[in-house]
């Protein structure tokens, strides 16, 4: 039997490139494609077992440890949780793909030689290749702006207040449009339950179905991503748990963040 080296290093470069998009598009995973591709020629080196004699337990642990690095190469190490849902979904997402060319393989009767498939002369991974690619990387970009768009909203603040300092992660609501009446100063809501010696503001506000006042401290410095911001902010401290996951404060529309 003939291996064409360079045709399956090809073969196995796409497929691994294809398997970690999925990934990442299934676990909405904020990974550069720089990295992905580097991910994908870590999984193409596996070609390297065609010409090594190991029995059926070595060939698992090196492919094992292979897909491991793949993984931590694409999307990093985050903690464990992060790590198993990764490589949970890649070996999902490879048994979808392997059973889809069995698939074909037997309804269409192509010859398996090797690692490919051919049916007269043209092999049905190219044909894969070239249908499912072009879909694959559209949805992957697509959701790269998207989360992009979605991550430009996250921020770390830093509050002062008096005596008090307090940092926490922020995010722009374009909804929130509470604002001081006497001198236009808009408020940043914080998640803390804190009682502060500095003197108060009573702001009304007003919903579509609700209206009434809440206590706010006048913020001495601001900073947003470590840039001082010249704006006079109002802070209130709401005391329950902002429902965005990571979140302990709620940002107004903010000049150049905004």
């Known amino acids: 039997m003939k ?15 294809i398997l970690l998009l999925s990934v990442s598009i299934l676990l ?8 992905i591709l580097i991910g994908a020629f870590v999984g193409s080196l596996s070609i390297l077992f065609l010409f090594i004699e190991v029995n059926s337990v070595q060939l698992f642990l090196f492919k094992l440890i292979i897909s491991i690095l793949m993984i931590l190469v694409s999307f990093g190490f ?3 949780k992060y ?11 490879s048994f979808v793909l392997g059973g889809f060319l069995y698939f074909l393989n037997v309804e269409f009767s192509y010859k398996q030689e090797g690692l490919i498939f051919f049916h007269k002369g043209l092999s049905i ?6 249908i499912f690619s072009p879909i694959i990387i559209y949805i992957y970009v ?3 702006l998207r989360l992009k768009n979605n991550y430009s909203k996250y921020h770390k603040v830093r509050i002062n207040c008096g005596e008090e300092e307090f940092e926490c992660v922020g995010y722009v609501d374009t909804g929130n449009k509470v604002i001081d009446p006497y001198f236009k100063r808009r408020i940043i809501f914080v998640d803390k339950q804190l009682t502060l ?3 108060f503001v009573i702001v009304p506000y007003q919903t579509i179905d609700n209206e009434g006042f809440i206590k706010c401290f006048k913020i001495d410095k601001l900073e947003i991503d470590n840039k001082e911001v010249s704006d006079k902010f109002l802070v209130s ?19 150049e963040i905004k």
């Open 3 to 17: 291996i064409y080296v360079d045709l399956v290093l090809l073969l196995n470069f796409a497929f691994d490139f």
């Open 28 to 35: 909405r995973r904020k990974s550069d494609v720089n990295r």
């Open 78 to 80: 985050v903690n464990l």
């Open 83 to 93: 790590f198993f849902k990764n490589i949970g979904y890649f070996y999902m997402s």
């Open 125 to 130: 991974n190219f044909i894969f290749l070239i």
């Open 142 to 144: 697509k959701q790269g």
């Open 197 to 199: 010696n500095n003197n």
């Open 237 to 255: 401290f709401i005391g329950k748990k902002i429902s965005i996951d990571g979140v302990d404060c709620i940002l107004p529309e903010i000049g």
